[in-house]
């Protein structure tokens, strides 16, 4: 974002001083653009944020559900619109970071075509295991998987899912190879570990949770950062393996690149405030997602981190783009 100086008064590239368009933004309706259809658990997640960001912002928050193209429809449309806060993305780490190395061709950049505002939320992964495998921790599955090269199978959502992503991550710092089994989504992953059809899974924690309270899986460890208050006795990955990073598995607010510093401080600041309303992450407990609500500098910061990491990861397993 260019701006030029009159006297004292910082001007905006568009003539109108940046306090100016703080005080006057927004003066119409926001639309937010997403990837998920309506109704999906995505679309759920963005509106739980939409609602109580429109009160705080004092105009309607529209909520436009682009689906398609794994995101591209979406994400490109507000690449492509102009930096005033008028239209924005509730983008998923799947398509902004995971997608540039996966796939062929991209016609954006995820660093250079757009703004961070703030991380919504970020997904709770589990590694689970049939009991019935007879380890107990993510130490002893390391020390079998050792034991056994290549014999030891894990299944996922997918090729380049987070889930994958982790998967192989921890092979190459155990050094230690596992089968990798994609399915088309996790729950199918799950029902294989609880038949004994599959000894381990990468499984998000709102499908885990009441099986690993019946004993029908093991949790072994949570792809968090931190432990997670849900599981507070299963350890992090990182815990058991020294340099393990967590790949990323999020939901956050974009707008185009060059976005007015004032108004970009305005939009970040009703969102991170919508986002720790008491009400608002009540809702995303109930829905089992945790609330981040991060600044647009840690936004940022995160996307640069995320995509060293998942260059390094996809580089060293060979995994090919589409």
Same mark, same amino acid.
């Given at each position: 974002?260019?701006?030029?100086?009159?006297?004292?008064?910082?001007? %905006?590239?568009?003539?109108?001083?940046?306090?100016?368009?703080?005080?006057?933004?927004?003066? !119409?309706?926001?639309?937010?653009?997403?990837?998920?259809?309506?109704?999906?658990?995505?679309?759920?997640?963005?509106?739980?944020?939409?609602?109580?960001?429109?009160?705080?912002?004092?105009?309607?928050?529209?909520?436009?559900?682009?689906?398609?193209?794994?995101?591209?429809?979406?994400?490109?449309?507000?690449?492509? %619109?102009?930096?005033?806060?008028?239209?924005?993305?509730?983008?998923?780490? %799947?398509?902004?970071?995971?997608?540039?190395?996966?796939? !062929?061709?991209?016609?954006?950049? &995820?660093?250079?075509?757009?703004?961070?505002?703030?991380?919504?939320?970020?997904?709770?992964?589990?590694?689970?295991?049939?009991?019935?495998?007879?380890?107990?921790?993510?130490?002893?599955?390391?020390?079998?998987?050792?034991?056994?090269?290549?014999?030891?199978?894990?299944?996922?959502?997918?090729?380049? %899912?987070?889930?994958?992503?982790?998967?192989?991550?921890?092979?190459?710092?155990?050094?230690?190879?596992?089968?990798?089994?994609?399915y088309k989504a996790g729950a199918q992953a799950l029902v294989d570990v609880i038949s004994g059809q599959l000894p381990m899974a990468f499984v998000i924690h709102t499908q885990t949770l009441p099986h690993i309270r019946s004993g029908k899986v093991r949790a072994l460890a949570v792809v968090k950062e931190k432990r997670?208050?849900?599981?507070?006795?299963?350890?992090?990955?990182?815990?058991?393996?020294?340099?393990?990073?967590?790949?990323?598995?999020?939901?956050?607010?974009?707008?185009?690149?060059?976005?007015?510093?004032?108004?970009?401080?305005?939009?970040?600041?009703?969102?991170?405030?919508?986002?720790?309303?008491?009400?608002?992450?009540?809702?995303?407990?109930?829905?089992?997602?945790?609330?981040?609500?991060?600044?647009?500098?840690?936004?940022?910061?995160?996307?640069?981190?995320?995509?060293?990491?998942?260059?390094?990861?996809?580089?060293?397993?060979?995994?090919? &783009?589409?």
């Amino acid at each position: 974002m260019f701006a030029v100086t009159m006297g004292s008064v910082f001007l %905006s590239a568009w003539g109108m001083p940046f306090e100016s368009q703080a005080q006057s933004y927004p003066a !119409k309706p926001v639309r937010i653009f997403t990837q998920y259809v309506p109704g999906s658990s995505g679309d759920t997640t963005v509106r739980m944020m939409a609602a109580p960001l429109g009160e705080l912002l004092g105009q309607p928050v529209i909520i436009e559900n682009r689906a398609g193209a794994g995101g591209v429809l979406a994400a490109d449309a507000v690449a492509r %619109s102009a930096p005033d806060g008028y239209t924005l993305l509730a983008g998923s780490s %799947s398509t902004q970071i995971i997608r540039i190395f996966l796939s !062929k061709s991209t016609p954006f950049d &995820p660093v250079k075509d757009f703004t961070p505002i703030t991380q919504i939320t970020e997904s709770v992964p589990t590694i689970v295991v049939n009991p019935k495998l007879g380890v107990n921790s993510l130490a002893e599955l390391i020390d079998y998987a050792r034991r056994n090269p290549g014999k030891l199978a894990f299944g996922t959502s997918g090729i380049g %899912s987070d889930h994958h992503l982790s998967g192989e991550e921890i092979k190459q710092l155990i050094k230690v190879d596992m089968l990798h089994i994609p399915y088309k989504a996790g729950a199918q992953a799950l029902v294989d570990v609880i038949s004994g059809q599959l000894p381990m899974a990468f499984v998000i924690h709102t499908q885990t949770l009441p099986h690993i309270r019946s004993g029908k899986v093991r949790a072994l460890a949570v792809v968090k950062e931190k432990r997670f208050p849900l599981l507070p006795d299963v350890p992090t990955v990182s815990e058991v393996i020294p340099g393990f990073e967590v790949p990323p598995s999020w939901t956050g607010l974009l707008g185009p690149a060059g976005m007015p510093p004032a108004v970009l401080s305005r939009i970040s600041g009703e969102a991170i405030r919508a986002l720790n309303l008491p009400e608002t992450r009540a809702r995303y407990v109930e829905s089992g997602q945790e609330v981040v609500a991060s600044t647009p500098e840690e936004f940022a910061a995160k996307i640069r981190r995320n995509l060293e990491l998942v260059g390094r990861i996809v580089k060293a397993a060979g995994i090919q &783009p589409e």
